[in-house]
Each structure stands twice: as C-alpha cells, then as structure tokens.
C-alpha cells in the first residue's frame, strides 16, 4: 500500500516526482493545486472563488479545500493508495487529513520532504514560467510556506513518519532517492 504525503517548498519539484512516482507504483497523484488550476480552467464556481488566492500566491480558504480532499480520497482509484501532493499545507489542514483518515480507516505510510535551497526554487520557477510564476508572487509564495507550511516539518517528524530527501540534485537522482523509501513494487 503506498500511501504518502509529499511536502516541500513551492519549486521543490513534488508535482514532477509525485509524478514519477504515481505511475511507478500505480496509484494516482492528487495534486490541489492540478485540482484548483483545472478549475480555474473550466471557470468552474470552485474556479472563480480560487483564482484571486491563487494568481496572489496565498492559500485557498479551507472552505474550498477540505471538501474537495474529502470527496477525491473517496474515490474508487484509491483503493491502492494515493501520493497526495500540496496538501497538507497547513497544520489545520493536516489535523483534518488526520481525522478524514481515521474515519475512512487509512493512514498515511511517510511524509517526504524535498528540500530544496530558496536560491535555487527562485531559478526553478522563474524558468517554469506559470501564471503565478512571477517574481512577486513567487515571494509571497515563499513566505507563506514558511509561516504556514514549513511547521508540518515539525509536525510530521514527531510523527515519526517524515523522510527528507535532498530535492537538489538530478532529476532522475531524486526520483530514486524516492523509489529507495517507497516500498511499492516497481516490477509490474
Ligand atoms: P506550488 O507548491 O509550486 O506553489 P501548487 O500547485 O501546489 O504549487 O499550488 C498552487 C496554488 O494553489 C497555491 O499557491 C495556492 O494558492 C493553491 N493551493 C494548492 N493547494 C492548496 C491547499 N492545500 N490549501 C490552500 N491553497 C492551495
């Protein structure tokens, strides 16, 4: 069963190794921030209410997120497992996905943590290019994650269930580092 939790900073690469790693080992990627842009996309109401948070590199209300996370881990293609990728990103957040898994009898095998040094995420994602890739946005992004993402650091490593894996070599480096941790079986 693979059931993990990726955590870093914005430009850590989780949504590339959430990826890899996904279809490794046959488990979908629930990535909110795929979840929120899609809707941004389709001008859905989630969509619309999202935006304005999302181009300022702030949090979306919890209102628009929960459910969200609640009704995507009851979906059938679960059943296996699940790499959850931008959420948690708060300890309010965490304490919900806590008791979500409680109640639907799951729990979470590792929480990893890509780290990655601030000069480097910058470069990253001022060469990716997103919408909310823009230098200010990009710094607002940052200090949101400090203040409100990086104390799950904490959080999770009194849990016992935090890996840290160095997010600043090689993408195929990473990519193995993380295949070492994940007990899933790559050879089918
Ligand atoms: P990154 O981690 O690279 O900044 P994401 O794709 O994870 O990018 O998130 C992009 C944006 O989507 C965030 O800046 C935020 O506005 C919103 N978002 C994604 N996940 C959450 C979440 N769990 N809670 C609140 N907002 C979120």
Known sequence: MTRLIFLGPPGA????????????????????GDILRAAVK????LGQKAEGYMSAGKLVPDDLILDLVRERLGQEDTANGWLLDGFPRTVEQAEFLNKLLD?????????INL???????????????????KEEVIRTR?????????????????????????????????????????TCDISD
């Open 13 to 32: 690469g989780k949504g590339t190794q959430a990826k890899v790693l996904s279809e490794n080992c046959n488990v979908p990627h629930i990535s909110t």
């Open 42 to 45: 389709a001008k859905t109401e």
């Open 103 to 111: 109640e639907i009898g799951q729990s979470c095998e590792f929480v």
């Open 115 to 133: 780290e990655v040094p601030d000069d480097v995420l910058v470069s990253r994602m001022l060469e990716r290019g997103r919408a909310d890739d």
């Open 142 to 182: 940052l200090d949101v994650y400090r203040k409100e993402t990086e104390p799950l650091i904490a959080f999770y490593r009194g849990r016992q269930q935090l890996k840290s894996v160095d997010g600043n070599q090689l993408m195929d480096a990473v990519s193995e580092a993380l295949q070492k941790i994940v």
